[in-house]
């Protein structure tokens, strides 16, 4: 652009920042957004929301989320409110980063900015917590999302019951697989080998339930079930 004596503009600057999230190439993204601020440019062409939005994203990608949280802070600081997809991108970046109480502190500052989460914030939210083995606040994410009106999906599903495997959680785990299936929500093979690995972590497990493994799909996923529904006396779901 420079060479054909173009000046480039605040949305030439944003899709090369998008370019180069997309190209996992954060530094250059970075970069970009420096450039645009030293440039001078015209107070009308400083980069915006979704300048910022695009290089929060570049950060998640390169697992910079300590970058993604200053871009956020910068964005403040220039008056510039950051939306949903701003935060999702923050909130996914500190998932990536091991950061599940800062994940859930930037979803209560979208609530506290009057933003709604989306499915996207709230299944990164519920990753962070499954990264952090915070079983408790996933469960509770998840609940949050009906609440919202928000229907969670296979990932929303999948990653709490990964939370739920990883804290050997198995009586949550088959609960949350019994939840997927009266909600009409598709389940995969990840849904029921986590299922599976959450029980055979637990101290009630089966002798030779691990063999269902070998035994093949069909019969593995219909083993699931029955223990999905299955409630020892005295012991609900």
């Not at 998008?18 to 062409?45: H, V």
């Not at 403040?76 to 970046?93: F, H, M, Q, T, W």
């Not at 919202?148 to 990964?162: M, Q, T």
Request: hydrophobic share 40%; charged share 25%.
């Amino acid at each position: 652009m420079w060479e054909a004596k173009l000046e480039p503009d605040v949305i030439s600057y944003s899709a090369g920042i998008s370019a180069c999230e997309k190209g996992e190439q954060w530094q250059r993204a970075l970069a970009l957004l420096s450039e645009m601020w030293e440039a001078k440019l015209e107070p009308d062409l400083e980069p915006n929301v979704i300048s910022y939005s695009a290089g929060i994203s570049a950060c998640e990608e390169g697992e910079q989320w300590q970058r993604a949280l200053a871009l956020l802070s910068e964005m403040r600081e220039a008056k510039l409110e950051p939306n949903v997809i701003s935060y999702s991108a923050g909130i996914s970046a500190c998932e990536k980063g091991g950061q599940w109480q800062r994940a859930l502190a930037l979803l209560s500052e979208m609530r506290e900015a009057k933003l709604e989460p989306d499915v996207i914030s709230y299944n990164a939210g519920i990753s962070a917590c499954e990264k952090g083995k915070q079983w408790q606040p996933a469960l509770a994410l998840l609940s949050e999302m009906r609440e919202a009106k928000l229907e969670p999906d296979v990932i929303s599903y999948n990653a709490a019951i990964c939370t739920s495997e990883r804290c050997s959680q198995w009586r949550h785990a088959f609960s949350l697989l019994r939840v997927m299936r009266e909600r009409h929500v598709e389940t995969n093979d990840i849904s029921y080998n986590l299922c599976i690995t959450a029980y055979e972590r637990s101290s009630r497990n089966l002798a030779g339930l691990s063999c269902y493994r070998c035994i093949g799909l069909s019969r593995f996923r219909v083993s699931c079930e029955a223990l999905s529904v299955w409630e020892p006396a005295g012991e609900p779901l």
